[in-house]
């Protein structure tokens, strides 16, 4: 299922995929708050369906984690390693490199968050 084309639509579904509560996400996608409606958006079929798409892709995405990456940029890197030819090495290297950009990646992602909790 694409993006729910109402963006207030989509924005409460990407809030209930994360874990908000009912009401917060429907506050923070701009609709009026104390209405009592969320629970009647949460049910429509169409918002359902993308709250559990949105969710399964989470999932999917932690299986791909930065760290998962790593490591089998590591192990590749590894295997070619072992081979000593010319274009193996430049591999490796090549790999080593991607690496060294993810690890940056995520250690900047892990400094955002840190500073965003802090904040408040």
Do not use: C, W
Request: glycine share 4%; no cysteine.
């Amino acid at each position: 299922m694409p993006v729910l084309p109402n963006p207030r639509h989509e924005a409460f579904a990407q809030a209930r995929a994360r874990g908000a509560r009912l009401e917060i996400a429907y506050e923070d996608a701009g609709f009026a708050a104390g209405q009592g409606h969320a629970s009647r958006l949460a049910a429509q079929p169409e918002i359902a369906a993308r709250i559990a798409e949105i969710r399964e892709e989470q999932i999917e995405l932690q299986a791909a984690s930065p760290q998962a990456v790593i490591a089998a940029l590591l192990k590749v890197a590894r295997a070619h390693e072992a081979t000593g030819t010319a274009a193996a090495i430049k591999e490796v290297r090549l790999t080593l490199l991607e690496v060294d950009r993810l690890r940056d990646s995520l250690d900047l992602r892990r400094e955002n968050e840190r500073h965003r909790v802090e904040r408040g």
